[in-house]
């Protein structure tokens, strides 16, 4: 490597990193005040000015907090302390919320999405607070195919460095080895800790294969028009062709954040060796949410 590249491969990811968590700080402050307008507008027809998706990373919680801010008057809200953590860490799947949060979005109507795990103290605040949620969770080996194209395109991500010099097979062994053990946990944390009568648990998988069915379960969680008209608008407003700008589910655009849209990818991908380190890490789990009957895959 030259001297000039070495400088790039140095430069472009801390630019990147600091210019988002600028952006991500100024972001909130307008996003709050769009929030904070609307339900001085809105705020009457909802019975809960808040929607909250805890979701694991690259499960699709993007694809439905938009078709949740369709509803008039809502508006995304993230916290930059998350995007703080995750520009530090790497991701916010073990992030803890402050202990304000829900203070902050009284008298505003939010959506909010964030990879928070269900440890004791997020379980509690989303309890005390009295605020309905969605839990959101995806195949592991779908999700480890998604983090490896996720990462290789996007410089400003913590391991950048550690995943563009990979080729598929390297880049799942090694997320096998580092965030695997960790988003097995963040699944279990959640369904210990979660609260029935307050929230529910969606698969990626089932909202891929009757989209229109569970948002509307998502929807009269919340309290939302559930209505036929209403949730046939919105799903269809947010099929993948429109989000991938006319690409089919199923073709492949690398460097799109909707790269594919599909569930069993990781068929394609996973060689002997990820199949086996998969089952030492996340084989039980698979069979627990319904991914796999037994380990013989």
Do not use: C
Not at 132 to 149: E, G, K
Not at 230 to 245: G, Q, W
């Amino acid at each position: 490597m030259d001297i000039d590249a070495a400088a790039r491969s140095v430069l472009v990811p801390f630019v990147a990193q600091n210019g988002r968590r600028l952006g991500a700080r100024v972001r909130y402050y307008l996003q709050l005040w769009r929030a904070r307008n609307s339900f001085r507008e809105y705020g009457q027809r909802y019975p809960n000015p808040l929607l909250f998706v805890a979701g694991l990373p690259k499960s699709g919680t993007s694809w439905l907090e938009s078709m949740l801010a369709s509803y008039p008057g809502y508006q995304y809200v993230t916290i930059p302390e998350a995007v703080a953590y995750e520009l530090r860490t790497g991701g916010s799947h073990d992030f803890d919320l402050p202990a304000d949060t829900f203070e902050r979005f009284e008298d505003a109507l939010v959506v909010s999405k964030l990879h928070v795990h269900g440890s004791r103290h997020n379980a509690q605040l989303l309890h005390e607070a009295d605020v309905p949620y969605v839990v959101l969770y995806r195949d592991l080996r779908d999700v480890a195919v998604s983090h490896y194209f996720y990462v290789r395109r996007t410089p400003w991500h913590p391991e950048y460095e550690d995943y563009r010099g990979l080729d598929v097979e390297e880049g799942l062994l090694h997320f096998g080895r580092t965030l695997l053990p960790e988003f097995v946990d963040w699944m279990r944390s959640w369904r210990e800790r979660r609260e029935p009568q307050q929230s529910i648990e969606l698969r990626y998988e089932d909202l891929l294969d009757d989209a229109v069915g569970e948002f509307r379960h998502v929807a009269s969680h919340f309290g939302l028009d559930a209505s036929p008209a209403t949730i046939e608008r919105i799903v269809t407003e947010h099929r993948f062709a429109t989000m991938s700008n006319g690409r089919s589910r199923g073709e492949q655009d690398e460097q799109s954040f909707a790269r594919k849209g599909v569930a069993g990818d990781w068929q394609n991908h996973f060689t002997d060796a990820a199949k086996e380190l998969f089952k030492t890490h996340a084989g039980q789990a698979l069979i627990d949410f319904g991914y796999e009957s037994d380990i013989h895959w």
